[in-house]
């Protein structure tokens, strides 16, 4: 069974840079799409982004866009997340998840398996 292990999280100056990474055991990690999700306190878990299984597309919520870059190295079995220009709109909790593709609903939250997060905080 696939087992995820978000790391990386932190406290994050406004306009600094952070990486996530998300470690997959247990199963192939290029049989999935990896999608990473945030909730903050009192929000539902709201969609970041999402990559294929071979890396080739990928997709953005509007509020990341241009700012989140995600990728991955199924070598390493990991997917990342770098953020850049991160504002304190971003602290939440980090998630992330697998599912066999992103789909156009990827933004949905009903991945097969998800990690136990990591806190980001974006303060100065």
């Known amino acids: 069974q696939l087992q995820l292990v978000e790391s990386g999280g932190g406290l994050v100056q406004p306009g600094g840079s952070l990486r996530l990474s998300c470690a997959a055991s247990?199963?192939?990690?290029?049989?999935?799409?990896i999608g990473w999700f945030r909730q903050a306190p009192g929000k539902e878990r709201e969609g970041v982004s999402c990559?294929?299984?071979?890396?080739?597309?990928?997709h953005y919520a509007a509020s990341v866009k241009g700012r989140f870059t995600i990728s991955r190295d199924n070598a390493k079995n990991t997917v990342y997340l770098q953020m850049a220009s991160p504002n304190p709109e971003d602290t939440a909790v980090y998630y992330c998840?697998?599912?066999?593709?992103?789909?156009?609903?990827?933004?949905?939250?009903?991945?097969?398996?998800w990690g136990q997060g990591t806190q980001v905080t974006v303060s100065s």
């Open positions: 990559i294929s299984r071979s890396g080739a597309s990928a």
């Open positions: 998840g697998a599912a066999p593709s992103c789909g156009n609903n990827w933004n949905v939250p009903i991945y097969d398996y």
């Open positions: 247990g199963s192939t990690l290029d049989d999935y799409a």
